[in-house]
């Protein structure tokens, strides 16, 4: 906000009058901008652990245990955006998968945010049969935002790593939560959702 200050001189000089009169001396306004002394310049910190799919499974739990989420090629069939692997959602029929990773966001939290990238790839033309989506929950398992959305309909045919930034409605300061990424296909052709090089970003005050 900008304060407005108006300050008058007399003709004659020395100290202003009380009231300013155009017709008797000069009327000047100083713009004044006063600072917030309380201000904090908000850094980033990373509260998500492994996005690269690199370091194994930990911390992240798979859903179902069994599943073969983290790949790498010769069983990936296209490199990752970074590392030796990443992480493969869908790629078969009939698949659920799912994966977790908890993390508890700083009191001082102003924003919060997913990052990294994705290569979304279909065979399947016909009708929004393969689905995902990125949730955050809270605690209790509840989902408070959904991130991102996608169908078999939404992407192309090729591999084309492309980065992405899912901004939070609410920074959840002081909160727990999970990242939850799930992809559901059905028993007809076939639609890779993969990841790599994801992040949980929050803007902290110290």
Known sequence: PVTLVAC?????????????????????????IPGDPDACVATPQQLLQNGG???GSSPWVFVPSSSTIIAAP?????PPQAG??????????NTNDRAIQLFAVPA?????RVTGFECFV???????????EALLRDASGNTVETLRTATNLDVGTTCAW????????SSHAGESLSLVIQAVTDASFQTSFVLDSLGVEADVCP
Do not use: E, I
């Open 8 to 32: 008058a001189t007399s003709p004659g000089g020395g100290d202003p009058p009380d009231s300013v009169d155009a017709r008797r001396g000069d009327a000047r306004v100083d713009a004044f």
């Open 53 to 55: 799919f690199d370091d």
């Open 74 to 78: 010769p069983a990936l069939p296209f």
């Open 84 to 93: 030796g692997a990443a992480g493969w959602f869908g790629g078969a029929n």
């Open 108 to 112: 001082g939290a102003q924003a919060l």
């Open 122 to 132: 279909t065979t399947d033309s016909a009708g929004a049969d393969d689905s995902f």
């Open 162 to 169: 492309t980065a992405f930034t899912w901004p939070a409605a």
